[in-house]
């Protein structure tokens, strides 16, 4: 194991959104924030439904039960938009 390895926890603390903003921090004390629009599911949600998440994949992801939206924390650290709709 590397020492970057031992200093990083990608995985999820907490959540929030904003009308135009995602926010989440991680374990390891980083935030991610991404522009809403990246989720349509999320941008389209009621504050509620944002609010209702938990964490998924060993906390690694975080799951929205009532839009049925899925995010990995290493898909946000890669600036991974959904995908857009055909």
């Known amino acids: 194991m590397s020492i970057l390895e031992r200093i990083t926890d990608e995985r999820v603390s907490d959540v929030r959104c904003t009308d135009d903003s995602l926010s989440v921090d991680l374990m390891d004390g980083r935030t991610i924030i991404v522009p809403l629009d990246w989720f349509p599911r ?45």
């Open 42 to 86: 999320l941008a389209a949600a009621t504050p509620a439904q944002r609010a209702n998440w938990r964490t998924s994949a060993g906390g690694y992801g975080i799951h929205w039960p009532d839009l049925d939206e899925d995010l990995s924390t290493a898909g946000l650290l890669r600036g991974t938009p959904a995908p857009k709709a055909a």
